[in-house]
Structures are given as C-alpha cells and as structure tokens.
C-alpha cells in the first residue's frame, strides 16, 4: 500500500509520468487474465509496484515521449508475464526492465515526434 501511495505522490506532484507504470501493470494483469491466472495476485505479487512506478519511471533509462513510454510499459508487463508464467523463475520484474532498457533507443527512434513541415533528412 506504501508503495502505490508513494507512486501516486509522486504522479500527483508531476515527478513521473503514469504513462510506463499504468501500461506495465494494465499489461501483466491483461496477460494473466487472458491465461486462467489470477490478475490480481500477479500485480500484487513481488516486486510490480516497486517496478512499475520506481524503477519504469527513471528519467535516464526510459523513452522520452508518452507512447515510448507506454511501449516501454506494454513490454516490461508482456516480459513480466513471460517470465513468470513460463520459466521457472517466480519474479521477472527487474529482468524486464532491464532488457526494455536495452530497447529504450530503438523505442525512442520509432516514437519521437515529426516536427510538421520539416523535411526528412536522408542518412548518407
């Protein structure tokens, strides 16, 4: 409960952006829904808020834009998900994050904004 009052704090006072934790969380209790797991129990379970609104949220290692933010979220849930539900490791919070911020480049390249009516500039 500390930890979602803590996250919720720090949203209410514009520190972080709800975009990574909302979409991470939305995504792993989606995903075991869909499996037969209880949602509920796969979001309160280990270390998701601690993740989600913690370690998600950290201004060095996540996208810059809102939807990079919310593919960082949808994909640190579905790599949750995968590790918990199909390996044999129970946690897969800190895993997740770590791979998605390996991806935090190739993210931001495929969201960042177009400025409207610049030209595209060719890589030679």
Same mark, same amino acid.
């Given at each position: 409960?500390?930890?979602? #009052?803590? !996250?919720?704090?720090?949203?209410? +006072? +514009? *520190? $972080?952006?709800?975009?990574?934790? @909302?979409? =991470?969380?939305?995504?792993?209790?989606?995903?075991?829904? @869909?499996? !037969?797991?209880?949602?509920?129990?796969?979001?309160?379970?280990?270390?998701? =808020?601690?993740?989600?609104?913690?370690?998600?949220?950290?201004?060095?290692?996540? &996208? #810059?834009?809102?939807? !990079? +933010?919310?593919? =960082?979220?949808?994909?640190?849930?579905?790599?949750?998900?995968? $590790? +918990?539900? =199909?390996?044999?490791? &129970?946690?897969? @919070?800190? %895993?997740?994050?770590?791979?998605?911020?390996?991806?935090?480049?190739? *993210?931001?390249?495929?969201?960042?904004?177009? *400025? %409207?009516?610049?030209?595209?500039?060719?890589?030679?």
């Amino acid at each position: 409960m500390a930890l979602l #009052i803590g !996250g919720l704090y720090l949203a209410a +006072r +514009r *520190i $972080i952006s709800l975009a990574a934790p @909302v979409s =991470f969380i939305g995504t792993l209790a989606l995903l075991s829904a @869909v499996s !037969g797991d209880d949602p509920l129990y796969a979001i309160l379970s280990g270390g998701v =808020f601690l993740g989600a609104f913690f370690m998600a949220t950290d201004y060095a290692t996540t &996208p #810059i834009t809102t939807k !990079g +933010r919310i593919v =960082f979220g949808i994909g640190c849930g579905a790599i949750t998900f995968v $590790i +918990r539900h =199909f390996g044999s490791y &129970p946690e897969g @919070v800190s %895993f997740s994050i770590l791979l998605m911020n390996v991806l935090t480049p190739y *993210i931001e390249q495929l969201t960042r904004t177009k *400025i %409207f009516g610049a030209k595209e500039v060719e890589a030679k």
